[in-house]
């Protein structure tokens, strides 16, 4: 399973590779100036708190209001109730820290689809 993995925070970065490792995912980092990469993902995971103003405004809108191809996760302390609330409607995994629990949830749908 691959997953993307925006942020700009080493730290973060470095315990998501522990998270990936652990479960046996490919962790691929992407940072603000990947954002129109256009490469495929399994799974997508957004630091927003290290993201900056203008592409974690663009990254919530995204999220919020449009369906995903892919599993996503978002972690930040800086999100409103109403934004969780959004987001999870579209069913975004929001928490406030990376948790090695978000690849658990980003990997139950690739793990339940026949090979």
Avoid at 21 to 32: G, K, S, V, W, Y
Avoid at 58 to 72: E, G, R
Wanted: negative net charge; charged residues 25%.
């Amino acid at each position: 399973m691959r997953i993307a993995y925006w942020s700009t925070d080493l730290v973060n970065l470095d315990l998501a590779r522990n998270y990936a490792d652990e479960r046996a995912f490919t962790l691929c980092p992407m940072f603000p100036r990947d954002r129109d990469v256009e490469e495929t993902f399994d799974a997508a995971i957004y630091d927003l708190d290290f993201l900056g103003p203008e592409l974690r405004h663009t990254i919530l809108a995204d999220l919020s209001f449009v369906p995903q191809p892919h599993p996503v996760a978002v972690h930040s302390f800086n999100l409103e109730e109403f934004e969780i609330a959004l987001l999870r409607k579209q069913g975004v995994a929001v928490r406030r820290r990376l948790e090695s629990e978000l690849f658990e949830v980003l990997g139950r749908p690739a793990l339940a689809q026949p090979a």
